[in-house]
């Protein structure tokens, strides 16, 4: 199975912040990863798939890059609606693995 | 407006099945695969099984596979997610979602398993 290590597994961060996440694969699984926002109590939401294909409607400010094992998800100027859990997901291969999961909250 | 919206859950005792079913609308399941996903209280996301789109191919996570199937009727543009010698570590949310990663989420079911 392709372990997807997620770091940090939290954060502080302030209104403005550049905040990077990393998500390292077991093994090469391409360019195979999605990137979920989860706020407090709510669904999870897809940010960017395929690495770095920014979804309709989510703010520029998120990124996405990567390939091979090493993947990161990038929002550049901390919005406060940006405060939550972020999560990479690998669709390379089954059985499909989520990271453990980055907390983002307010420093 | 897609919408996604998952039914069948509730309380039960470990050992016993249950029957999840996800409705979709605004959006032809028949041209996607679809998946499951659940998160236990306080955890991360967990990914549970996909389908692909005529039902051919079926994928489970280690801990579900021969306990949980999931299954499809396109002409009903629905997933289900059958459920069977449920265990406590089983109690979350489950969610339905559309394709492999995830483009739809429903609102989410909960499960419990207690005795």
């Known amino acids: 199975d392709i372990q997807m290590t997620q770091s940090p597994s939290a954060m502080s961060a302030s209104v403005g912040d550049r905040v990077t996440i990393t998500c390292r694969a077991s093994?090469?699984?391409?360019?195979?990863v999605a990137w979920f926002q989860q706020r407090p109590g709510k669904v999870p939401k897809r940010l960017i798939s395929v690495s770095s294909t920014l979804q309709s409607g989510v703010p520029s400010r998120f990124s996405g890059s990567g390939s091979g094992t090493e993947f990161t998800l990038t929002i550049s100027g901390l919005q406060p609606e940006d405060f939550a859990t972020y999560y990479c997901l690998q669709h390379n291969s089954y059985p499909l693995t989520f990271g453990g999961g980055t907390r983002v909250e307010i420093k | 407006e897609v919408q996604l919206v998952e039914s069948g859950g509730g309380l039960v005792q470990p050992g016993e099945s249950l029957r999840l079913s996800c409705a979709a609308s605004g959006y032809t399941i028949s041209n996607y695969w679809m998946t499951w996903v659940r998160q236990a209280p306080g955890k991360g996301l967990e990914w549970m099984a996909t389908i692909n789109q005529d039902a051919s191919e079926t994928y489970y996570v280690g801990s579900v596979r021969g306990r949980f199937t999931i299954s499809r009727d396109n002409s009903k543009n629905s997933l289900y997610l059958h459920m069977s010698s449920l265990r406590v570590e089983d109690t979350a949310l489950y969610y339905c979602?559309?394709?492999?990663?995830?483009?739809?989420w429903g609102q989410g079911i909960q499960v419990t398993v207690s005795s």
């Open positions: 093994q090469d699984i391409s360019n195979y």
């Open positions: 979602g559309s394709g492999r990663s995830l483009g739809y």
